[in-house]
């Protein structure tokens, strides 16, 4: 019988395999400078175990937060020496600084020469490797779509504009009512009676099912999909698929049907998991308030010079439960922006002043929210707070969108780390799509996820 598996990793599954390895190729790279030079600062026995993994800790923290696992950042050679420089340079320079976890500083200076030469160079090696043997060759998935005519080009687009090795090379038709053959591109039309010859041939990896007419999924289509589960292919729901690959919910796909799909996570509901979140946003409140007290001396003389209006304002943003409540900024924009109504903020807006956009790319402009994270408006993560204004308007087009609210808005969000700015109805849909995914799972593994991501947002200036 002919092999119909090919060897593909999913998203996270290349995630995992990038972290793993980047940690395998610097450790061997250090056993061989070892070997071959007289380095003393890292060495390998029971006794330093922990050096290992604070070592491991720090090349994945660090590869994180200067997106070395970001999927596009690693397949993209210019991008990875970018990364990995950074990646490197940081890690080598907090290990040198945390002798109790790590070894002493070497009297030596050679030896954190060698140090660093062995920790760049593995990384750079190994991911100009993976960039030109595995990123665009080894991980290419072909599937097949079981879904109505009208629905396949949406669908489609969905998924490989997010992950271009995921390949959809045919689909059949759910539509009763339309039995027309159609080829779409590259997608072809599979008549049922070719189906399991079509899956078997064509090495496909997995059949998504997105009819959401039951009707569609006939006796003879059910049978067929049941002899190729047997048979051991697998066989995946939309949804399913979408988010496992864009990280966001499918708004667009799932209507009104909504509760069918999207289950609240459990940590919305954990005691446990809110107050120790609410204990971290304190921390971190009190702890940003006094980072930006240090930035309060600049801030107000930039604010004199180029902004020429009140340091400070306020404006009414929706919380928890739909409940108004004022946030707090630094003023970024010209007095009296808004005379002609409340307007999105766009690229490049006439209005924010030169100051202004130096306060929105460092984030600055957002210190005074610590305040309403204090008070319990905010929390340190969770969707962006919106104007009524926005809010009644998006909520007349958008499906659920007022399920924003059930969680507390935030400082940062999934949203913010995954999307750019967004300035219109369409960008506010995409950006749904990443909040309602967080409200789906979040956890302290997610929480920890988009910390890592904003500061890697501030580090590389691309604040709003």
């Not at 993976?130 to 949406?154: G, P």
């Not at 204990?279 to 006094?290: A, D, N, Q, V, Y």
């Not at 369409?426 to 302290?444: H, P």
Request: aromatic share 16%; glycine share 4%; hydrophobic share 45%.
């Amino acid at each position: 019988m002919k092999s119909f598996k090919k060897i593909h990793f999913e998203v996270s599954e290349r995630k995992v395999l990038l972290k793993v390895f980047d940690v395998i190729f610097v450790l061997i790279s250090l056993y061989i400078v070892s070997s071959i030079f007289t380095f003393s600062y890292f060495t390998f026995s029971k006794n330093n175990y922990y050096w290992t993994i604070f070592l491991a800790v720090y090349i994945n923290v660090f590869g994180s937060v200067f997106e070395m696992y970001n999927l596009q950042v690693a397949s993209n050679a210019f991008q990875v020496i970018k990364s990995s420089i950074l990646t490197s340079c940081t890690t080598v320079l907090i290990y040198l600084l945390t002798p109790i976890y790590t070894p002493e500083l070497p009297s030596n200076r050679i030896q954190i020469l060698l140090f660093f030469i062995a920790v760049f160079g593995s990384l750079f090696i190994w991911r100009v490797f993976y960039v030109k043997f595995l990123a665009s060759h080894r991980f290419v998935k072909n599937a097949l779509l079981v879904c109505d005519k009208e629905q396949l080009l949406e669908l489609v687009s969905g998924i490989e504009n997010a992950d271009p090795h995921y390949k959809i090379i045919g689909f059949v038709n759910s539509d009763l009512e339309d039995t027309n053959e159609i080829q779409l591109n590259l997608i072809k039309n599979i008549n049922l009676e070719d189906l399991e010859d079509f899956v078997t041939n064509n090495f496909i990896s997995e059949i998504v099912i997105a009819s959401q007419k039951t009707e569609g999924i006939t006796v003879s289509l059910y049978n067929q999909l049941i002899r190729l589960l047997e048979k051991g292919f697998v066989i995946r729901e939309y949804t399913q698929v979408y988010e496992a690959i864009t990280q966001r919910i499918p708004v667009q796909y799932l209507s009104r049907d909504f509760y069918r799909y999207f289950p609240f996570s459990r940590s919305n509901q954990n005691h446990f998991y809110l107050l120790f979140i609410r204990i971290t946003e304190i921390i971190f409140s009190l702890f940003g308030l006094f980072i930006g007290f240090l930035f309060l001396p600049l801030i107000v003389l930039g604010n004199l010079i180029g902004n020429r209006g009140s340091l400070f304002y306020t404006q009414e943003r929706v919380g928890i439960n739909g409940a108004l409540f004022k946030i707090y900024k630094y003023r970024t924009m010209v007095k009296n922006a808004e005379t002609n109504g409340a307007v999105f903020t766009t690229i490049n807006d006439s209005r924010v002043t030169t100051f202004g956009k130096i306060m929105r790319k460092t984030r600055l402009d957002e210190f005074p929210q610590f305040l309403n994270i204090l008070k319990g408006d905010m929390a340190i993560i969770g969707p962006r707070p919106e104007r009524p204004i926005f809010v009644n308007e998006i909520a007349e087009i958008m499906p659920f969108y007022e399920t924003r609210h059930v969680v507390k808005p935030g400082l940062t969000g999934w949203a913010q780390v995954n999307y750019s700015y967004g300035d219109s109805i369409e960008d506010s849909l995409v950006k749904l799509k990443y909040d309602l995914y967080y409200i789906k799972y979040r956890s302290i593994f997610l929480d920890i996820n988009i910390i890592i991501k904003t500061l890697s947002t501030v580090l590389f200036y691309r604040g709003q």
